[in-house]
């Protein structure tokens, strides 16, 4: 009886170990991806601050780009690798969204927002971020978003401060 107990104990710490590393090692890959994405997030910032800095940029009436060109980083754009898979690059809001500094969705999957791009960007302030995947919990989405953003959002679904035209016609 005591042999059965010292097995289960050893077979339990053994279940136990696999399980805290394969949560470790996890958590490690994801770092790693979400650093990447945050480099690749401040690589597009900076080269449209350094293009709205440039006298022959077209720009608009705020001094930012109108819009983002891929030819300008060569042949390697920066990019999003946890929301590829067929979608567009870069979203330019609309006029709508000019006081955004974070777009409306956020988050995206297969499933939800499967048509928003890779990065968001905001041509009235100059605002840029990378959307992130859809993760198991709205607060660890959160929290990646905040994390390769740079941001201090709240909510993942914090309603948006812009008026509509509705709004303004009364």
Same mark, same amino acid.
């Given at each position: 009886?005591?042999?059965?107990?010292?097995?289960?104990?050893?077979?339990?710490?053994?279940?136990?170990?696999?399980?805290?590393? *394969?949560?470790?090692?996890?958590?490690?890959?994801?770092? *790693?991806?979400?650093?990447?994405?945050?480099?690749?997030?401040?690589?597009?910032?900076?080269?449209?601050?350094?293009?709205?800095?440039?006298?022959?940029?077209?720009?608009?009436?705020?001094?930012?780009?109108?819009?983002?060109?891929?030819?300008?980083?060569?042949?390697?754009?920066?990019?999003?690798?946890?929301?590829? *898979?067929?979608?567009?690059?870069?979203?330019?809001?609309?006029?709508?969204?000019?006081?955004?500094?974070?777009?409306?969705?956020?988050?995206?999957?297969?499933?939800? *927002?499967?048509?928003?791009?890779?990065?968001?960007?905001?041509?009235?302030?100059?605002?840029?971020?990378?959307?992130?995947?859809?993760?198991?919990?709205? !607060?660890?989405?959160?929290?990646?978003?905040?994390?390769?953003?740079?941001?201090?959002?709240?909510?993942?679904?914090?309603?948006?401060?812009? !008026?509509?035209?509705?709004?303004?016609?009364?």
């Amino acid at each position: 009886m005591h042999r059965l107990v010292n097995i289960v104990a050893i077979m339990t710490f053994l279940v136990g170990v696999a399980v805290v590393g *394969g949560w470790q090692y996890e958590r490690l890959l994801t770092g *790693g991806k979400a650093s990447s994405l945050q480099e690749a997030t401040v690589r597009l910032k900076r080269e449209v601050d350094r293009r709205a800095a440039m006298v022959e940029t077209e720009k608009t009436a705020e001094g930012w780009p109108r819009k983002v060109d891929a030819a300008w980083f060569g042949d390697a754009p920066p990019r999003n690798t946890w929301v590829t *898979g067929g979608r567009p690059w870069l979203e330019i809001a609309s006029a709508e969204q000019a006081s955004l500094t974070d777009p409306v969705m956020r988050a995206v999957d297969d499933r939800v *927002g499967a048509e928003l791009a890779e990065f968001w960007y905001n041509p009235a302030n100059g605002s840029v971020r990378a959307r992130v995947p859809c993760g198991a919990s709205d !607060r660890e989405t959160l929290r990646l978003y905040n994390r390769v953003n740079g941001s201090s959002l709240e909510s993942l679904f914090e309603s948006p401060k812009w !008026r509509s035209a509705s709004a303004t016609d009364r």
